[in-house]
């Protein structure tokens, strides 16, 4: 069996040989049947890419989702938000990837906190409450702060930073799409140039420098007039404020949860461990960790299996 997590922007799949990513955005018609074609076999799939906007609506992305699935592989079955795998596109579908990795996690882990910081956002998951959990759209947790909308590499860093301080100077900055998180942890030495997976904002290269020179336009300027301190200063003042989201987030969840610990997974799995003082997932089940719900909705399938 192999489990599939499918994205708006990437395919992530677990199997016996380890873990496949793929580039694979939705919004631009990526080929998604073609990217499962190589993959056989059964499958447990659970996804988010429903909210596309190439979609009216997320009900009419699920139906696409299904049905491309099933076409390059028949023998699957979808997770729902009710922790029920279904062969048909219902709405419980949408965006049920996170629960899937806390329906895998919650005995072992039944007294803590997950923090799954992937590409582009964080899922903050209290595994103490798992029934709870059940049922939960995105908009619900949103406002319970289960999900907080950035992450390592696709975050645009304007909708974090409202403004800079450049050398003592409050500077707004500009709302285009100039610079991305992974432009900040890049030149942070938070990732390396080839964790970089997803296109640049401005198309161009995947380098320090050409992140610099991304982030000094953020306000509206170039390297030789702030010079590259001031780019610094500008993802580190997006990092300080993304790390104090994510961690208001993951201390109401302990403490709502009356959790004891947290755990990391994802991309960000490391940084956030250490901002944190926690121990990371990978450190107990390998790499699969960096495509956790792919892993968790395969392991969840091949358990039911086991006790029918």
Known sequence: MIGIDIGGANLKVVDDAGVHIHYCPLWQGAPLADLLEPYAGSAAVVMSGELAD????????????????????????????????????????????????????????????????????????????FESLKGLTDTRRLQKQYLVYTGMLRTNVATLLSSVTLDGTVTPVSTEYFAASADAHLVLGHIAPADYTCPTPDNGEKTVDAALRRLA??????????????????????????????????????????????????????????????????????????????????EVALRRAACD
């Not at 996170?98 to 895998?104: I, P, V």
């Not at 953020?218 to 301190?229: L, M, N, Y």
């Not at 994510?246 to 490391?270: K, M, N, Y």
């Open 217 to 298: 336009r953020v306000v509206c300027a170039d390297i030789d007039e702030i010079g590259k301190s001031g780019a610094h200063q500008v993802a580190r003042q997006f990092w300080e404020i993304q790390r104090r989201v994510i961690g208001r987030a993951v201390g109401r969840a302990l403490f709502q949860g009356d959790a004891e610990r947290v755990i990391t997974a994802g991309i960000g799995a490391d940084l956030f461990a250490r901002e944190l003082g926690c121990a990371t997932l990978a450190q107990e089940i390998g790499e699969v960790s960096d495509a956790l719900p792919a892993y968790a909705v395969r």
């Open 54 to 129: 190439c979609f009216a609506t997320k009900i009419e992305g699920i139906r696409w989702i299904v049905g491309t699935v099933q076409e390059a592989i028949p023998d699957a079955a979808f997770y729902g938000t009710d922790a029920a795998f279904h062969t048909r596109p219902v709405p419980g579908l949408a965006a049920a990837n996170w629960l899937a990795s806390a329906d895998y996690l919650r005995e072992e882990y039944a007294d803590a906190v997950l923090l799954d910081v992937g590409s582009t956002t964080a899922d903050v998951i209290p595994l103490t409450r």
